[in-house]
C-alpha cells in the first residue's frame, strides 16, 4: 500500500520558516502532479504549491515569492520551505500525488495524512 507521510510542520512565529516533508513510500515511476495542499478552518482544501510531470511548478498567489517546492528523487521526497510565514498561512498542510504510479500500483490520486502548521506569536 502507499503511503504519503508528511513532517516537519509545528509552531512558529510570524516571519518564521518552516520546511515540510512528504516522503512516499515506493518509486514514483509517473505522476501528473506532487503538490501540497492546506486546509484552515471553516475553509476549503486550496492548493499551494504543485509540480507537474514536466518540472513545471505552480503557486498559489499568496506563497509566490515565500514558499518554493521541490522534489528530492534521491530521498524519494516532495518539500515544501516555507519562508516569511504569517499568521494567515496556519492550516493543516496535505501531501498530494495525483495521477500517480508508484511502486507496482495502478495509477491513482494519493493523499498524506496532513500535518499542522500554526503561525502565532
Known amino acids: 500500500q502507499v503511503h504519503l507521510v508528511e513532517s516537519g510542520g509545528g509552531l512558529v512565529q510570524p516571519g518564521g520558516s518552516l520546511r515540510l516533508s512528504c516522503a512516499v513510500s515506493?518509486?514514483?515511476?509517473?505522476?501528473?502532479?506532487l503538490g501540497w495542499y492546506r486546509q484552515a478552518p471553516g475553509k476549503q482544501r486550496e492548493l499551494v504549491a504543485a509540480?507537474?510531470?514536466?518540472?513545471?511548478?505552480n503557486y498559489a498567489d499568496s506563497v509566490k515569492g515565500r514558499f518554493t517546492i521541490a522534489r528530492d528523487n534521491a530521498k524519494n521526497t516532495v518539500n515544501l520551505q516555507m519562508r516569511s510565514l504569517e499568521p494567515e498561512n496556519t492550516a493543516i498542510y496535505y501531501c498530494?500525488?495525483?495521477?500517480?504510479?508508484?511502486?507496482?500500483?495502478?495509477?491513482?490520486?494519493?493523499w498524506g495524512q496532513g500535518n499542522q502548521v500554526t503561525v502565532a506569536s
Open positions: 498530494n500525488a495525483a495521477g500517480a504510479v508508484i511502486a507496482w500500483y495502478p495509477e491513482n490520486d494519493y
Open positions: 515506493g518509486t514514483i515511476f509517473s505522476f501528473n502532479a
Open positions: 509540480i507537474s510531470g514536466d518540472g513545471s511548478t
